[in-house]
């Protein structure tokens, strides 16, 4: 699902008819590697979103709005001072790269106008943001691309912008010519490979569409192809380019059977012809829909890697520390008997012989009376004998009552980091992760708390809000911050409240307001809690459910611990699909 050249001749279609002769009111760098331009063109305010992240790339119109640090990075304020109130008087597809350059025009340092390029690079890992001056030397990228980095290409500063080498052909020029020597030089390799590979923009999705459309198998090698065959493949071929001339794209999604995306395209996919479709009006609307779930995961993951890592790192402490507790439990499960090998060598103090290894007595504490045989150091004194087995039986003693206090807080620790760790995996939003943070600082699991210079403080996330089948609202904590004042300031008496039985996961709460709780809304409820919990992934979870009176929070306890009485369990096998179902407030 890459963002072909297709798509991108399909979205320079779209910024010209909506940007053309547009003036840029303003920057902003929300992102390292992204950025968002303000536009206002015929009469109409529009957001131009711009991103090199190296997992979700792109360019499109959106809706959406970000945060933006209060100190711009300076990538933004190159940015700022070269292209702000310029005009927008052309946007191009090189060679139809997956490359937009969006032409501008404003006034310089001396009063003059001149002609800036803003190139878009939508290549993965590669991707880049560039601002060129009207001689073509680079003024800044968001990425810069030394020579150490990469020999091929440098993309800094004062250095003269090229191009990204390619040895394949504009697609726009396709032509016989080209392409049968194209076939001629490339008959071994498959027919999907051979577009693909020979022509900038096609995607190996795609190639498989324009073989599909000519009815043949894109695994089929060319050499296997008979010429009349192979013309059938250049003219489906050459109908797509005709489309792309004239713009003709019909952006879409395309659906697996289990309601999954599993591509999307700028032109109709026919060999998707039985699956699923939704259509969009612009292929803006297409990317902002496709891209918004997955660039935010990959936020989130970027952002909460660290924790992950922090958190990880103290389950596998604890659990070590667990290991360690239980051995030591083995160690001195038997100190009962050295009290006994004390008392009854004091018990016969006069008849244990001086510089033996061992004595044999009956056990005047079994019922049976039974001979014991007792181990004895020869070096002491039978009375010194017995006080070193009182001495290592008091030992062990204290070790066990401190070990039992130890394990308690050791699972106590393990429990609340393991849950800690499935709040930052089902984070939805940064202010949530820098609850997190904020939480583990606390605790004293992080021992510094970086607080950038001109970030903007953030504001109090709130938790996720449901609402049932039978018009009942749910609310699902994120994180431990908001369990708490979910369960103990938000919810009332008589509302009732859900959790994993034994599982780390969200506290959710059901607000009944006096009303009687249906069925439908606790089963959906229920797989709420499954779905954010630990458990996710498992089939028949048990959730436990109470009022909100039986639940209490120990004195002392950790952020999100609480404790509760009373409850019924029901046993859920959540899905993403049956989640999706439940209507969600924004």
């Not at 209060?70 to 946007?91: E, N, T, Y």
Request: charged fraction near 30%; aromatic fraction near 8%.
């Amino acid at each position: 699902m890459a963002l072909d050249g297709i798509a991108a001749a399909n979205i320079k279609d779209e910024l010209k008819s909506k940007l053309l002769n547009g003036r840029i009111d303003k920057v902003y760098q929300p992102e390292n590697d992204e950025i968002i331009l303000s536009i206002r063109s015929l009469k109409k305010a529009y957001k131009l979103l711009i991103t090199a992240n190296a997992s979700n790339p792109r360019i499109h119109l959106t809706e959406k709005n970000k945060l933006n640090p209060m100190q711009p990075p300076l990538f933004c304020m190159v940015l700022r001072k070269h292209l702000a109130s310029g005009k927008i008087i052309d946007i191009t597809q090189p060679n139809f790269e997956r490359i937009l350059n969006i032409h501008i025009e404003s006034i310089n340092e001396l009063g003059d106008y001149s002609i800036k390029r803003l190139i878009i690079e939508i290549m993965g890992k590669h991707s880049n943001i560039i601002l060129v001056d009207e001689n073509g030397i680079i003024l800044d990228a968001v990425k810069h691309i030394s020579h150490e980095k990469s020999s091929v290409r440098e993309v800094l500063p004062g250095k003269e912008y090229r191009f990204p080498p390619s040895e394949k052909y504009d697609t726009l020029l396709l032509d016989e010519e080209n392409f049968n020597f194209t076939v001629n030089k490339s008959s071994s390799k498959k027919l999907q490979n051979l577009i693909y590979e020979s022509y900038n923009g096609i995607s190996p999705s795609f190639a498989s569409e324009i073989c599909f459309r000519a009815g043949l198998d894109s695994s089929d090698n060319v050499d296997v192809i008979s010429d009349n065959r192979l013309k059938m493949l250049y003219n489906e071929f050459k109908n797509i380019v005709e489309k792309i001339k004239t713009g003709n794209f019909s952006p879409e999604i395309i659906y697996s059977e289990k309601n999954k995306i599993i591509d999307f395209s700028s032109m109709e996919m026919s060999q998707y012809s039985g699956l699923k479709k939704q259509k969009f009006s612009s292929i803006s609307e297409l990317l902002e829909f496709f891209y918004t779930e997955r660039d935010l995961q990959y936020r989130m993951n970027q952002k909460s890697q660290d924790l992950k890592k922090i958190i990880a790192n103290n389950i596998e402490r604890c659990i070590k520390k667990k290991n360690i507790q239980i051995k030591t439990m083995k160690e001195i499960s038997g100190r009962d008997r050295l009290k006994l090998y004390g008392e009854l060598i004091t018990a016969n103090i006069y008849s244990v012989p001086k510089g033996t290894d061992s004595y044999t007595t009956q056990n005047f504490y079994d019922k049976d009376l039974k001979d014991i045989t007792i181990p004895l150091d020869p070096e002491l004194t039978p009375s010194e004998n017995a006080q070193k087995f009182f001495k290592q039986y008091n030992k062990e003693k204290r070790t066990f009552s401190a070990l039992q206090t130890q394990i308690k807080q050791n699972d106590e620790e393990l429990e609340y980091l393991e849950g800690l760790l499935t709040s930052v995996q089902v984070s939805t939003d940064e202010q949530n992760i820098k609850e997190i943070r904020q939480e583990l600082y606390e605790q004293g699991f992080i021992k510094k708390l970086n607080h950038p210079k001109g970030k903007i403080k953030p504001v109090k996330s709130k938790p996720l809000h449901y609402i049932s089948s039978d018009g009942f609202n749910i609310y699902v904590g994120k994180n431990n911050r908001q369990n708490d004042e979910l369960t103990l300031k938000f919810a009332k008496n008589t509302d009732i409240w859900l959790h994993t039985k034994k599982i780390p996961g969200s506290h959710v709460i059901i607000s009944a307001e006096g009303k009687e709780i249906p069925d439908n809304t606790l089963n959906e409820a229920a797989l709420l809690a499954a779905f954010y919990s630990k458990g996710k992934n498992s089939a028949l979870v048990p959730v436990d459910y109470t009022p909100k009176k039986f639940v209490k929070k120990p004195s002392g306890a950790k952020p999100g611990m609480v404790i509760y009485e009373t409850n019924k369990t029901a046993y859920i096998t959540p899905t993403e699909e049956a989640v999706q179902k439940i209507k969600k407030v924004d």
